[in-house]
T-cell receptor, first 118, second 114 residues
């Protein structure tokens, strides 16, 4: 079973509008963390935002916010006031408890392609 | 500026060739990772390393090996490349210990095996 599910292969949004990218996760750990990364067409992966499972407030970073609903095991990314430069692939990822060598090993979803129209 | 550098952005190899993908990080990170990215499949972990000379298999290690002789360098080796290994390969690093686990990525290496 997938640990991270992104159900939207592609999304379209009008410039300046808000958009929500969905992510649900599956874990039995109490301590875990959730990430969103952006991958423009150039290929580099850019870290956007992080939410720890014990964080009571939803994480925000500029125009990005993470809508964390623990009981529903969802961690949706909200991008406010979309810009043309937001067109990219977006990946949700999760790290669970410490693995080999005391390391966190993130698992990724399949991604959502976002296209922002002018 | 912190950096993860992958030696080649684009490679074209023939079936059966031995392929080396090199990755170097300058952040003194303990952990290094190799992921493979394919359309519709997201990122899948091939191998990771949490210390020099230490390695652990990820989800899809078959057909790959790795080497970490120095802390800053993590190499992915395809002993005998096959066409189904045509893909984008992403190297990443992260701090050790109980931090957030954020990954820092290289720019990716797009490998085509003919």
């Amino acid at each position: 079973a997938q640990k991270i599910t992104q159900t939207q292969p592609g999304m379209f949004v009008q410039e300046k509008e808000a958009v929500t990218l969905d992510c649900t996760y599956d874990t039995s750990d109490q301590s875990y963390g959730l990430f969103w990364y952006k991958q423009p067409s150039s290929g580099e992966m850019i870290f956007l935002i992080y939410q720890g499972s014990y964080d009571e407030q939803n994480a925000t970073e500029g125009r990005y916010s993470l809508n964390f609903q623990k009981a529903r095991k969802s961690a949706n990314l909200v991008i406010s006031a979309s810009q043309l430069g937001d067109s990219a692939m977006y990946f949700c990822a999760m790290r669970e408890g410490l693995g080999a060598g005391g390391s966190y090993i993130p698992t990724f979803g399949r991604g959502t392609s976002l296209i922002v129209h002018p | 500026d912190v950096k993860v550098t992958q030696s080649s952005r684009y490679l074209v190899k023939r079936t059966g060739e031995k392929v080396f993908l090199e990755c170097v990080q300058d952040m003194d990170h303990e952990n290094m990772f190799w992921y493979r990215q394919d359309p519709g499949l997201g990122l899948r972990l091939i191998y990771f390393s949490y210390d020099v000379k230490m390695k652990e298999k990820g989800d899809i290690p078959e057909g790959y090996s790795v080497s970490r002789e120095k802390k800053e360098r993590f190499s992915l080796i395809l002993e005998s490349a096959s066409t189904n290994q045509t893909s984008m390969y992403l190297c990443a690093s992260s701090e050790g210990g109980a931090n957030t686990g954020e990954l820092f990525f290289g720019e990716g290496s797009r490998l085509t095996v003919l």
